[in-house]
C-alpha cells in the first residue's frame, strides 16, 4: 500500500512563498507520475503540477511560473516550491500518486484529473492573505 504524507503549509502574505514537501512511502518505486491538486473553499479540487520518474514536468495554467515541483533523488519526496503566492492560491493541497505514466499534459499545460490517480495524502492547508 502507497502512502502519501504531506507538510510544509501555513499562512504566508501575498508575494511570499512557500515549499510543499510529500513523502512518498510503501511500494514508491511503484508511483509513476505525482501530482499536486488543490481544492479552495466552495470550489472543485483541480489540478496544480504533476511530475514522473524521468523529471518531466507540467503546470496548469494558473501557476505557470510561479510554482515549481521536483524530486529528491531517491524520488520518494516530491516537492512544491510556490512562490509569488496570490490569494487565490489559498486552499488544500493535495499531492496523489499513480502507476502509470501522468496523463492530462497537452497545450502546454497539466490538466490532470483526480480519477487518473489511486493514492493521496491528506493534505495540507495553505493560506495567502492579501
Known amino acids: 500500500q502507497m502512502q502519501l504524507v504531506e507538510s510544509g503549509g501555513g499562512s504566508v502574505q501575498a508575494g511570499g512563498s512557500l515549499r510543499l514537501s510529500c513523502v512518498v512511502s510503501g511500494y514508491s518505486d511503484s508511483a509513476k507520475c505525482v501530482g499536486w491538486f488543490r481544492q479552495a473553499p466552495g470550489k472543485e479540487l483541480g489540478p496544480v503540477a504533476s511530475i514522473d520518474t524521468a523529471g518531466g514536468t507540467s503546470y496548469a495554467d494558473s501557476v505557470k511560473g510561479r510554482f515549481t515541483i521536483s524530486q529528491n533523488n531517491t524520488k520518494n519526496t516530491v516537492y512544491l516550491q510556490m512562490d509569488s503566492l496570490k490569494f487565490e492560491d489559498t486552499a488544500m493541497y493535495y499531492c496523489?500518486?499513480?502507476?502509470?505514466?501522468?496523463?492530462?499534459?497537452?497545450?502546454?499545460?497539466?490538466?490532470?484529473?483526480?480519477?487518473?490517480?489511486?493514492?493521496w495524502g491528506q493534505g495540507t492547508q495553505v493560506t495567502v492573505s492579501s
Open positions: 496523489a500518486a499513480e502507476g502509470g505514466p501522468c496523463r492530462g499534459r497537452y497545450g502546454g499545460s497539466w490538466h490532470g484529473i483526480t480519477s487518473d490517480f489511486g493514492y
